[in-house]
């Protein structure tokens, strides 16, 4: 059930239609260190990361963390790890807020691992504190080996 739900939900996310709510804002606290947050009703999401080198296309950050709020009450923090290393890209949404059925959204977030011609990835989060682990999709690119 929760694969199906994710990839429909993600389907739903890249064809653009799932997310609805107030434009993403960015917002610089200090040197390096960045947040990003969407909203959509009484729920925020907030996408804190440093930002690190650049690269083709994207930067790399660390510290990467998500955290969801209800009006000022914090639901969630968690950590996002990448394995060899996270990328954001330069434009583009990086994080979406997107509701499949009645209840809470669930928070989306797209990240680049740093391949040349691949290793696209979106994590799906529930906005409260379980389930703890993310839907994972890995979008290799078409030109991949």
């Known amino acids: ?60 950050v660390t510290e990467l963390k998500l955290t969801t709020f209800r009006g000022s009450q914090q639901l969630a923090q968690r950590r996002i790890t990448c394995g060899g290393g996270c990328y954001l890209f330069d434009n583009g949404r990086r994080i979406q807020l997107a509701r499949l059925r009645a209840g809470d959204p669930y928070a989306v977030v797209n990240l680049w691992t740093g391949g040349m011609r691949c290793c696209l990835t979106t994590r799906v989060y529930s906005v409260r504190s379980s389930p703890r682990q993310p839907i994972m999709l890995d979008w290799p690119n078409a030109g991949a080996n």
């Open 1 to 60: 059930m929760a694969i199906a739900l994710g990839a429909m939900f993600v389907m739903l996310a890249v064809a653009g239609r799932a997310t609805s709510g107030s434009a993403l804002t960015s917002v610089t606290l200090a040197t390096g260190y960045k947040e990003e947050s969407v909203r959509l009703g009484p729920i925020r999401a907030v996408l804190s990361y440093v930002v690190g080198s650049p690269g083709a296309g994207g930067f790399s």
